[in-house]
């Protein structure tokens, strides 16, 4: 809900697209009343997906931030007051499936080296009206901000599609009868690299090379997308990669319901060894079908009836940098290597193994449906 004023207490970002390119771009209320993208105001060349960010999405927006009483004008030409806010609105979906996350930022080391009670620890969680929450984790009860949202931020998954950003709007209904939102309801992977100070007793994020701090995850039922979220820097989280069915060599992926499985990778021989993401191809809708079996042909299971093989197929090893691809395996479609046994999804999270201790992932294993 907006403070004293109108400024927005609530830090959100939204995903936007700079040619192909995914970015976050921070969207609120400045002290005058003006909505503001990136601390600038909105205009009508704010967001590249201007598709996505139409009037209805704005105001959607404008909702979440705590503003029920909107003017009839155009959202860059309203000038918000008080009177634009007349009840406490806190929107925050359920969380289902979406595990919370810690997420740790750095603490005090003891004589003896040993993490002290004083950290600066958050928890990351999606949740279902297409939020994906970090919340401060300190306890409430010593004075600290315990559960206060720091930030907020919103995939274009969500925001395209108006049935799906419909739940980011206050008491909003769908005419859909059994139909929920379900948002970000799939578990994160929070991947963290550390720099111990004993010197002067602390712990930090470390940030040299590729070292950080990362966010990565899916959607579940709320959409086919996997994303990359750079939180390294609190204040300023960025956007590393979204990867949907559109994306090249992507094509059999389905709903993303497991946390990626993060390991290391020679490419070469002079290779000193490459992040990686491993994770299965995703959930079919197919199979909420009760009878639905792949090659299974019955009427009862309208167009999955009768099919050889399903979305989500598949397993992808990706750059835990960029989210470019590096290997596939499939059973159709344009796979590093076709298995065509694989013609069911693969949604359960993906078990390696260093078989010889030597820091590098040697074999995979993994369950299909």
């Given at each position: 809900?907006?403070k004293t004023g109108?400024?927005s207490?609530?830090t959100?970002?939204?995903e936007?697209?700079?040619?192909?390119?995914?970015?976050l771009r921070?969207?609120g209320?400045?002290?005058?009343?003006?909505?503001?993208v990136?601390?600038a105001?909105?205009?009508?060349?704010s967001?590249?997906?201007?598709?996505?960010?139409?009037?209805?999405?704005?105001?959607?927006?404008?909702n979440?931030?705590?503003?029920?009483?909107l003017?009839?004008?155009a959202?860059?030409?309203?000038?918000l007051?008080?009177d634009?806010?007349?009840?406490?609105?806190r929107?925050?979906?359920?969380t289902i499936?979406?595990?919370?996350?810690?997420?740790?930022?750095?603490?005090?080391?003891?004589?003896?080296?040993?993490v002290?009670?004083?950290?600066?620890?958050?928890v990351?969680?999606?949740?279902s009206?297409?939020?994906?929450?970090?919340?401060?984790?300190?306890?409430?009860?010593?004075?600290?901000?315990?559960?206060k949202?720091?930030?907020?931020?919103?995939?274009?998954?969500?925001?395209r599609?108006?049935?799906?950003?419909l739940?980011?709007?206050d008491?909003?209904?769908?005419?859909?009868?059994g139909?929920?939102?379900f948002?970000?309801?799939?578990?994160?992977?929070v991947?963290?690299?550390?720099k111990?100070?004993?010197?002067?007793?602390?712990?930090?994020?470390a940030t040299?090379?590729?070292?950080?701090?990362?966010?990565?995850?899916?959607?579940?039922m709320?959409?086919?997308?996997?994303?990359?979220?750079n939180?390294t820097?609190?204040t300023?989280p960025?956007?590393?990669?979204?990867?949907?069915?559109?994306?090249?060599?992507?094509?059999?992926?389905?709903?993303?319901?497991s946390k990626?499985t993060?390991?290391?990778?020679?490419r070469?021989?002079?290779?000193?060894?490459?992040d990686?993401?491993v994770?299965g191809?995703?959930?079919?809708?197919?199979?909420?079908?009760?009878?639905?079996?792949?090659g299974?042909?019955?009427?009862?299971?309208g167009?999955?009836?009768?099919?050889?093989?399903?979305?989500?197929?598949a397993?992808?090893?990706?750059?835990a940098q960029?989210?470019?691809?590096?290997w596939?395996a499939?059973?159709?479609?344009?796979?590093s290597?076709?298995v065509?046994t694989?013609?069911?999804?693969v949604?359960?999270?993906?078990?390696?193994?260093?078989?010889?201790?030597?820091?590098f992932?040697?074999?995979?294993?993994?369950?299909?449906?």
């Amino acid at each position: 809900t907006p403070k004293t004023g109108v400024t927005s207490t609530r830090t959100l970002y939204v995903e936007d697209l700079n040619g192909t390119t995914p970015v976050l771009r921070k969207f609120g209320v400045n002290d005058s009343g003006k909505v503001v993208v990136d601390n600038a105001a909105l205009t009508t060349t704010s967001f590249s997906d201007t598709a996505t960010f139409d009037e209805i999405t704005l105001r959607r927006l404008l909702n979440f931030l705590g503003f029920d009483n909107l003017p009839s004008t155009a959202v860059k030409d309203m000038t918000l007051t008080t009177d634009n806010a007349t009840v406490p609105i806190r929107v925050v979906g359920a969380t289902i499936h979406s595990t919370p996350a810690a997420v740790s930022y750095s603490a005090t080391l003891d004589d003896d080296g040993k993490v002290t009670a004083t950290r600066d620890d958050y928890v990351l969680f999606g949740s279902s009206e297409g939020g994906l929450h970090l919340v401060d984790a300190d306890n409430y009860s010593d004075g600290g901000d315990g559960g206060k949202e720091d930030f907020v931020v919103i995939p274009r998954e969500i925001l395209r599609d108006k049935s799906k950003s419909l739940a980011l709007v206050d008491d909003a209904n769908k005419a859909e009868i059994g139909s929920p939102n379900f948002g970000i309801d799939a578990p994160w992977l929070v991947s963290a690299d550390y720099k111990y100070d004993l010197t002067n007793n602390t712990v930090n994020i470390a940030t040299d090379g590729n070292k950080g701090l990362y966010a990565y995850g899916g959607l579940r039922m709320g959409g086919e997308a996997f994303y990359g979220l750079n939180l390294t820097t609190r204040t300023s989280p960025s956007m590393m990669f979204t990867i949907t069915p559109t994306s090249t060599g992507f094509e059999r992926m389905g709903q993303i319901w497991s946390k990626p499985t993060k390991a290391k990778i020679k490419r070469t021989s002079t290779d000193t060894g490459t992040d990686v993401l491993v994770f299965g191809g995703g959930y079919d809708m197919c199979y909420e079908y009760e009878k639905f079996q792949v090659g299974v042909t019955d009427t009862d299971l309208g167009t999955c009836s009768g099919k050889t093989d399903v979305k989500g197929n598949a397993v992808y090893i990706i750059n835990a940098q960029d989210g470019s691809l590096i290997w596939s395996a499939a059973g159709t479609g344009t796979a590093s290597t076709t298995v065509n046994t694989m013609t069911n999804s693969v949604v359960a999270g993906i078990t390696t193994l260093d078989r010889d201790n030597d820091g590098f992932m040697d074999h995979i294993y993994f369950a299909d449906l």
